[in-house]
């Protein structure tokens, strides 16, 4: 059993700054990508920052050189730094990571609870 536990949302300011914590859980042989993403009121899901084993990031254009994902791996936990936070940012953010187990050699996406981000003065 593998579960991701979230933590860091909250409320704040235009112009402020967040740091989100995603944290995996359980019996985990290797974690491959680790992401966030975003879900806005009345919008679809979207992928806001993307992280490979690797250490390689990708952003969405609308956060980049604002936000700034990262792991440690020796925690198998993943990273959001928000900064010069908007309006628009305010979302549920969500944790995904591909995780293989202990008990099977395919890797299979978990997801974390998700985490309230409000930006608002």
């Known amino acids: 059993q593998v579960q991701l536990v979230e933590s860091g ?3 704040v300011q235009p112009g ?3 740091r989100l914590s995603c944290a995996a859980l359980g019996r985990i042989f290797r974690i491959n990508d680790m992401n966030w993403y975003r879900q806005a009121p009345g919008k ?3 992928l806001v920052a993307a992280s490979t084993i690797g250490g390689a990031a990708d952003y969405i254009d609308s956060v ?3 936000f700034t ?3 440690d791996n020796a925690k198998n936990t ?3 730094q928000m900064n010069s936070l908007k309006p628009e940012d305010t979302a549920i953010y ?3 990571a591909d995780i293989v187990v202990m008990t099977s050699p395919r890797p299979r996406a978990y ?3 998700g985490t309230q981000v409000t930006v608002s003065s």
């Open 111 to 113: 997801w974390g609870q």
């Open 9 to 11: 949302g909250g409320l």
């Open 94 to 96: 969500y944790c995904n």
């Open 44 to 46: 679809e899901r979207e």
């Open 64 to 66: 980049k050189g604002r």
């Open 78 to 80: 993943v990273y959001l």
């Open 16 to 18: 402020g700054s967040l």
């Open 69 to 71: 994902i990262s792991r």
